[in-house]
């Protein structure tokens, strides 16, 4: 059983940046892929980023790719989401979501098991 809690959301303005953290209950958050998703007002949920069990391998959606970092700290059971030049179509509440042991972090929110409540990131323009 993991518990994610994620923190950070806020407001910003357009070009600005926010760091989200997902902290993870459990001494096996090292065994874990981590996954960031975001869900806007009216839209489907869309994945963002994950990061595999090991740190090895990254994947981001081709709308955030090169504005936004995803990074974890297993000493720390925390995976992080930095995300600079915020854009408004980036507003939405953002939620991490953790899956056992996957080589390559699934872009498909059905593979993942655990989910955190999510946070709010609204960027204004």
């Known amino acids: 059983q993991v518990q994610l809690v994620e923190s950070g959301g806020g407001l910003v303005q357009a070009g600005g940046s926010l760091r989200l953290s997902c902290a993870a209950s459990?001494?096996?958050?090292?065994?874990?892929?981590m996954g960031w998703f975001r869900q806007a007002p009216g839209k489907e949920r869309e994945f963002v980023a994950g990061i595999s069990w090991r740190g090895g391998v990254t994947v981001y959606a081709d709308s955030v790719r090169g504005r936004f970092t995803i990074s974890r700290d297993d000493a720390k059971n925390t995976v992080y989401l930095q995300m600079n030049s915020l854009k408004p179509e980036d507003t939405a509440v953002y939620s991490c979501a953790a899956v056992f042991v996957a080589r390559i972090p699934p872009s498909s929110s059905n593979e993942y098991d655990y989910w955190g409540q999510g946070t709010q990131v609204t960027v204004s323009s």
């Open positions: 459990g001494r096996t958050f090292s065994s874990y892929t």
